[in-house]
Every structure is written in C-alpha cells, then in structure tokens.
C-alpha cells in the first residue's frame, strides 16, 4: 500500500540524543558526578521522559540531592548544549515535504524541556506537522501504547505508516501493529531506502 504517514525519531536520527548514556557520561567527566548520578537517573528517567516530572524535578532528585560544584543553571545549560543537529538526515526530511501525499511527524522519547529545545535548535517546526513526544503521550518506546497513540491522533493506517528509528527494539512493537519501518543508519542510506519506496 502506498504510505501516508512518515514517523522520524528525533535522538539518533535527525540530530544526537538529547540525554542518553554518552551525554550523561560528558556530565560526569565536567562535574565530577558519582555513581550515584546513574542510579537515580535510572530511576527517574522513565517519569521523566513520560511528562511527570519536570527536568527541574528530576535535576533536584539526580544531581542537586548534594552540594555540586556547579549552579542548576548552569547544569541545565550544559545538559541543552549536547544536543546537535544531523544537517543531512534533517534535509532529507525536508525534502518529503515536497511529497503531497505524506504527512511527517516526529514519534521519540523526550523529556519536555529538552524536546522543545532541540524542535527549535534543529529547526524541525515547518517541516513535521505534529510532534507525538513521549513526554505528551504519556508513553515510551518501545511499548506498544505510543504507537497506538500515534495512529489515534495521526489516524493513520498503519500498513500505511513508515517508522524511521536507529534502535530495533523501537522498531519492533511498530512492526508488530502493521507499521512499514525503516532502521536508519546514516542519511545517505535513508535517502536511498525512501527513494526506493518512491517517497523521494
């Protein structure tokens, strides 16, 4: 069936992860954070990335718990400067919009504060029409309750939606629901596999 529907992830796809392990790593190398910092993360992160927690929430009980040699502001500044654009797979992107019959949206897992940041640093506004975020979802990849939520609000068929990850075990519960997916690697094999399906 002809797709209607692109879904990107942001984190790993159109630019580098907003707080994954090796941004996390970069804050305990600059800061000088213990082991602790990783246990309560783990703890955390899933309230945080599914919008009950606010990134100031979730800053008192994993990093500011003790005396830091650094402000939250400044912490929160650095955790915002990890985030890069992927210049090549965002004009990819772009690039589908000139497709009539297609609609883009993103469907990642973020927290909200950093979702928002990175939408405006990469410049994503005028090519997705929604952002279907976990942190306003209330669900996380890989469950199969986002991908849900994603056809009911997109009302998209999903033999007729195309997913775009760079982790498989977000691909797979897609997969399961009927999604056509797509494993990204790098831009230029992104744009051969959409071309290939005669999306570009």
């Known amino acids: 069936m002809d797709i209607t529907h692109v879904f ?3 984190g790993g796809v159109l630019g580098s992860n907003g707080w994954d392990r090796e941004q996390r790593a970069r804050a305990v190398e600059a800061f000088g954070l213990g082991e602790e910092f990783e246990r309560r993360h783990g703890e955390l992160v899933g309230e945080l990335e599914a919008g009950r927690m606010t990134l100031d929430e979730y800053l008192e009980s ?16 650095f955790m915002l400067a990890q985030s890069a654009p992927f210049p090549d797979s965002i004009e990819v992107a772009r690039e589908l919009t000139g497709n ?6 993103t469907l990642n897992n973020e927290s909200e504060e950093l979702n928002v940041h990175r939408i405006e640093r990469f410049g994503l506004r005028p090519i997705f029409s929604a ?8 669900a996380r990849k890989p ?10 609000i997109s009302q998209a068929e999903p033999g007729r939606a195309l997913f775009i990850d760079d ?15 797509l494993l ?8 051969q596999a959409l071309a290939s399906r005669g999306l570009l």
């Not at 718990?65 to 929160?76: D, I, L």
């Open 184 to 191: 990204f690697t790098d831009a230029v094999s992104l744009r």
């Open 62 to 77: 994993a990093v500011f718990y003790c005396p830091q040699p650094c402000t939250r502001p400044e912490f929160r500044e």
């Open 8 to 10: 990107f992830d942001i």
């Open 143 to 152: 469950s199969r309750l986002i991908f849900q939520r994603a056809l009911g």
């Open 167 to 181: 982790r498989d075990q977000n691909l797979a519960p897609a997969r399961l629901l009927g999604f056509q997916t």
């Open 100 to 105: 009539p019959r297609l609609r883009l949206m």
């Open 131 to 138: 952002f279907l975020s976990s942190c306003w979802l209330g």
